[in-house]
């Protein structure tokens, strides 16, 4: 059974930055594009951004774009997503989600457990 | 970039009863929309995929119809267990956009 697991939230003053991971088993991660997916509290689903099997393609949403990156290590079966410029409003639970093709287009047959991120000064 | 607005927002209704919920795109998207349950917290499950195929292990009380801009999802005779929030998603495209999301609850 496939297998996703976050790391590395926490609570971090606005302004500065934190790097989330997501650990993949139980699939060959290196053959499927990947996503991040964020809900803050009480609220929806918000998607984040993606990242192909090879990383040659990303996208962002434009709440996040120019201040997130996201990518990944094949090498390792793990996904990343680097925040920078952290603001209140990025505070959610993170989620990483396997997409169903290699590049981008597909929808998400798996989601991690996800992990809670709070800025706050 | 394509919005997704689901109606109603929230919803009431016994069990056995048919429910039904809206997906609405802000442009035509063919039939690359999806389905996902989210039980109180707990993680998004995929329900139905290329707006009308069933996920493996869904109860076939869950249905999806739709093409272009109009979508729906119905369960036929509700349970307690599928008290949850339901968000549609287009794909196919990026950036990506859920819906609102439905919060169906019991009566």
Same mark, same amino acid.
């Given at each position: 059974q496939v297998q996703l697991a976050e790391s590395g #939230? #926490? @609570? @971090?003053?606005? #302004?500065?930055? !934190?790097? *989330?991971? +997501? =650990? %993949?088993?139980? &699939?060959? &991660?290196?053959t499927y594009g990947m996503h991040w997916v964020r809900q803050a509290p009480g609220k929806g689903l918000e998607w984040v951004a993606v990242i192909s099997f090879d990383a040659s393609n990303t996208y962002y949403a434009d709440s996040v774009k120019g201040r997130f990156t996201i990518s990944r290590d094949n090498s390792k079966n793990t996904l990343y997503l680097q925040m920078n410029s952290l603001r209140d409003e990025d505070t959610a639970v993170y989620y990483c989600a396997k997409d169903t093709t290699s590049r981008w287009y597909g929808y998400f047959d798996y989601w991690g457990q996800g992990t809670l991120v709070t800025v706050s000064s | 970039d394509t919005q997704m607005t689901q109606s109603p927002s929230s919803l009431s209704a016994s069990v056995g009863d048919r429910v039904t919920f809206t997906c609405r795109a802000s442009q035509g998207i063919s039939n690359y929309l999806a389905w996902y349950q989210q039980k109180p917290g707990k993680v998004? /499950? !995929?329900l139905i995929y290329d707006a009308s195929t069933l996920q493996s292990g869904v109860p076939s009380r869950f249905s999806g119809s739709g093409s272009g =801009?109009? &979508?729906? *999802? =119905?369960?036929?005779? !509700?349970?307690?267990?599928? @008290? %949850? =929030?339901?968000? +549609?998603? /287009?794909? /196919? @495209? %990026?950036p990506r956009t859920f819906g609102q999301g439905t919060k169906l609850e019991i009566k």
């Open positions: #939230g #926490g @609570v @971090v003053q606005p #302004g500065r930055s !934190l790097r *989330l991971s +997501c =650990t %993949a088993s139980k &699939f060959t &991660f290196s | 998004p /499950n !995929l =801009t109009d &979508f729906t *999802l =119905t369960i036929s005779s !509700l349970q307690p267990e599928d @008290v %949850a =929030t339901y968000y +549609c998603q /287009n794909y /196919n @495209v %990026a």
